[in-house]
């Protein structure tokens, strides 16, 4: 683990093979954390992660820490907010100024986030390799 690491306490719930789910709950100290404003294990109560772990040193209702490099983090951050704000931001303009109409370009807006969201749900398996969360055990 690294201090640019974001950290989270989990539970691990189901063991398959190499995967390990671990269920996160959110907890006093993410409203303080300097990430939260970015972080989407604030905004519900648990959550479940995946690693992947080829130890064999984990067991079921273990307590663990599970962590991600803060630039995957950042990653996920552009991919889920700051890309498809900007995408609508971009087509609106556009279709202002091509239509003359502010209808036509807020429905052009809104309208181009199904096409990327569909290809971010194709390319979902090549993205969750990307993102890669590790496995620790808790220290006392």
Do not use: W
């Not at 303080?32 to 905004?43: G, T």
């Not at 502010?102 to 290809?119: S, W």
Request: with cysteine.
């Amino acid at each position: 683990m690294n201090m640019d690491d974001l950290c989270h306490r989990g539970t691990v719930e189901r063991i398959d093979n190499q995967t390990i789910y671990v269920r996160i709950e959110q907890n006093g100290a993410c409203k303080d954390c300097h990430v939260a404003s970015s972080c989407l294990a604030v905004e519900k109560k648990e959550k479940i992660i995946e690693a992947t772990d080829f130890t064999d040193n984990f067991s079921l209702q273990e307590e663990v820490i599970v962590s991600v490099r803060q630039a995957m983090g950042l990653s996920a951050v552009v991919l889920a907010y700051a890309l498809p704000i900007v995408l609508v931001i971009v087509f609106v303009v556009v279709g202002i100024h091509v239509s003359g109409n502010e209808v036509i370009g807020g429905v052009g807006g809104l309208l181009v986030l199904i096409p990327y969201y569909f290809i971010l749900f194709l390319f979902r398996k090549r993205i969750k390799k990307r993102f890669v969360f590790s496995l620790s055990k808790m220290t006392n």
